[in-house]
C-alpha cells in the first residue's frame, strides 16, 4: 500500500531513504500536488519501518490527501 511521507519535525525534505517523489491527483478538485511516498505491503513491513524511524502516526485518507499518510513523529508537535 502507497502512504503519502513525512516527518513533524520537516514537511519539505525527504523524511525517509525509503521515500519517493510522487504527483497525486486531489479526486474532489481536480489538481495535484507532489509529495514523497513510501510503499509497506504489509504489517511486518510496517514493524520494520518503526523500528528503524521510530513512531508514527498513520491518518486515513480525505479530501485533501487522496492516499493515507505516516508521519514520523520525530518532534514535538500540539493536536
Known sequence: MNFIIYRTS????????????????LENQGDSSEGWTVEINS????V?????????????RDSFHPV???????????S
Open 68 to 78: 493515507s499518510s505516516i508521519e514520523i513523529y520525530d518532534d514535538f508537535r500540539e
Open 48 to 60: 520494520d519501518f518503526t523500528d528503524k524511524y521510530g513512531n508514527i502516526i498513520i491518518k486515513g
Open 10 to 25: 520537516n514537511h519539505v525534505d525527504k523524511p525517509c531513504e525509503e521515500a519517493i517523489l510522487k504527483k497525486h491527483i
Open 43 to 46: 504489517i511486518e513491513d510496517l
